[in-house]
């Protein structure tokens, strides 16, 4: 499994337009072939900074979404919205065995 998360800072005055999109979009996300699970975190003392959190079946399958129509879609709005760039980060799970 992949973990991917992205930190998403965005011009205050349109945290709103970010917030409508991800509401319109996340469903669609969720259902793409090999997502797994996504979710919506908001910084605690940033109400402009975000992070989504996903897991996908494979690297594989986090690059059909990152070029699918979907994903070309949503990030050629969403990245209007931004103030700073984007920070990705992938992981891959590991089973801790205490």
């Not at 409508?20 to 979710?39: D, M, P, Q, T």
């Not at 129509?69 to 103030?83: I, R």
Request: hydrophobic share 35%; with cysteine; aromatic share 16%.
């Amino acid at each position: 499994m992949l973990i991917r998360i992205v930190k998403l800072t965005f011009k205050k005055e349109l945290v709103k337009d970010f917030l409508k999109n991800f509401e319109e979009n996340k469903h669609k996300i969720r259902n793409f072939e090999g997502c797994e699970y996504l979710e919506l975190w908001q910084e605690n003392d940033k109400e402009n900074v975000f992070c989504t959190h996903s897991h996908w079946k494979s690297e594989e399958y986090l690059e059909k979404y990152r070029n699918s129509d979907l994903f070309k879609n949503v990030w050629a709005y969403t990245k209007t919205l931004f103030a700073e760039k984007p920070i990705a980060n992938s992981f891959h799970s590991k089973e801790i065995i205490l």
